[in-house]
């Protein structure tokens, strides 16, 4: 059976040999056809890898492992004035009684910072850091560090931190007199405490709106020189 399937096959071909090359053309645009189509899907899928892949991907790719994540816990001490003290308060006996009371409560918060240098300096907030009286620092690989407080400004909201270490991934300063209004800016940080499930920062990208902003924030704050 073998044979007579060759000879048909090479009497076929050598009789319609037109028909058969026309065939075959068209099976050869058909797999030119799709060889180019597919090449075009391969370039046009890497020209969007291109575009996903640009300055605001790859400068929170560099950023993202100095973030840390910032546990704070403030002692806050307030006093307490008996209503009965109007009363009573005048008398020698009583007033010991009735003086202004001092009480103390916890107060547990979270914030963000960023590592500056590889011997572990952090910078945070004023707001978030500096009236803490235990600051425990996460890192992106999830490793804490019991922070020291180094020094903090309530104008410029800025404070320092201090962890115990070497060789920490860190951000260098850019200079903010350079900023330019309009420009893209991208915020990093890990302002729910997601560390512990995630090594990775939340992430927004903006615009700067304004620089040199004084505000006054009510309560006797006030921040100078914030770029917004």
């Not at 075959?24 to 969007?48: F, K, L, M, P, V």
């Not at 492992?65 to 009583?94: C, H, K, L, M």
Request: negative net charge; charged residues 20%; glycine residues 10%.
């Amino acid at each position: 059976m073998l044979a007579p399937l060759v000879v048909g096959f090479l009497g076929g071909y050598r009789v319609g040999s037109s028909s058969i090359s026309e065939e075959d053309t068209q099976g050869g645009e058909y797999i030119n056809s799709a060889y180019y189509q597919s090449a075009e899907r391969d370039s046009i899928s890497q020209e969007i890898s291109s575009h996903r892949r640009n300055a605001i991907t790859r400068a929170v790719a560099m950023a993202s492992p100095a973030v840390v994540g910032i546990n704070v816990t403030e002692v806050r001490e307030y006093r307490y004035r008996d209503p009965w003290s109007q009363f009573f308060g005048d008398d020698p006996f009583f007033r010991q009684f009735f003086n202004p009371r001092t009480y103390k409560q916890e107060i547990k918060s979270l914030g963000s910072g960023f590592i500056i240098s590889p011997d572990g300096y952090i910078i945070t907030n004023d707001h978030v850091a500096g009236n803490g009286s235990k600051i425990t620092v996460t890192l992106t690989n999830k490793e804490k560090y019991e922070a020291q407080l180094i020094g903090t400004d309530p104008v410029t909201d800025i404070c320092l931190l201090k962890i115990d270490g070497k060789n920490f991934p860190y951000m260098q300063f850019g200079n903010s007199d350079d900023v330019i209004i309009g420009e893209w800016v991208i915020a990093l940080g890990n302002p729910f405490g997601l560390f512990e499930i995630s090594d990775k920062p939340t992430v927004t990208v903006g615009v700067i709106s304004a620089t040199g902003m004084n505000i006054n924030a009510g309560d006797n704050h006030s921040y100078r020189g914030m770029i917004q």
